[in-house]
């Protein structure tokens, strides 16, 4: 963390407020599909498709079709989003009791790279968590996602900061890399002791 106090914090969501269990989509469609676990997990990643529907541009039974041809299997849709939404395993409590009293000190957002399918999911089981955050930008409705500069560069101008006054935190090397090239103080998050530190620190 850079010596300048923040006026500001900027969290990522997914593996620093809520907790994340990737495997478990991979578990949900292997079981419908009855195929190797292995296969699936090996077959998946990141790809223009994903990063498409992360920015709006892509609607999930679009994406489903995407991934069925990318794992090489068919599922009803219903199944592939209730593995979709498998991500989610409840939050970090700790980190979830300290946002309140940050926010009492200074202004908290969130940046997300997310889609509107994950979206509903999250709001509508971890919502009241939520309150303390002043804004949630979400990369499939602002059309921008981590960890690209000008995303960092765009959010920073709508908090109505500049960069360097702001302190983000993300589990993502890559995405800490894409804030400082844009300017701003960064946390790598290795862990939710280290998001409360930093709650913890704002809030002293």
Avoid at 31 to 47: C, F, N, T
Wanted: glycine share 8%; hydrophobic share 45%; aromatic share 10%.
């Amino acid at each position: 963390m850079t010596a300048g106090r923040p006026r500001a914090l900027l969290l990522d969501l997914g593996g620093v407020v809520l907790r994340l269990r990737p495997r478990a989509c991979f578990e949900y469609w292997a079981g419908k599909a009855r195929v190797d676990l292995q296969d699936i997990g090996s077959r998946w990643g990141i790809d223009d498709a994903y990063r498409a529907h992360e920015v709006g541009a892509l609607d999930f039974p679009a994406y489903a079709e995407r991934l069925s041809a990318r794992l090489g299997i068919e599922l009803a849709e219903h199944d592939w989003r209730a593995g979709w939404n498998a991500l989610f395993s409840g939050t970090f409590p700790d980190v979830v009791g300290a946002l309140p009293r940050a926010a009492a000190r200074l202004p908290l957002y969130c940046f997300t790279n997310t889609n509107a399918e994950h979206q509903a999911t999250w709001q509508a089981r971890y919502g009241h968590h939520l309150t303390s955050f002043t804004k949630v930008y979400v990369s499939s409705e602002i059309g921008r996602r981590k960890p690209d500069v000008t995303s960092f560069e765009w959010v920073a101008r709508d908090m109505g900061l500049g960069p360097a006054d702001i302190l983000f935190l993300d589990d993502s090397r890559e995405n800490i890399d894409g804030a400082a090239a844009a300017g701003l103080q960064t946390v790598h998050v290795t862990g939710p002791e280290v998001t409360l530190r930093v709650l913890d620190e704002m809030a002293a």
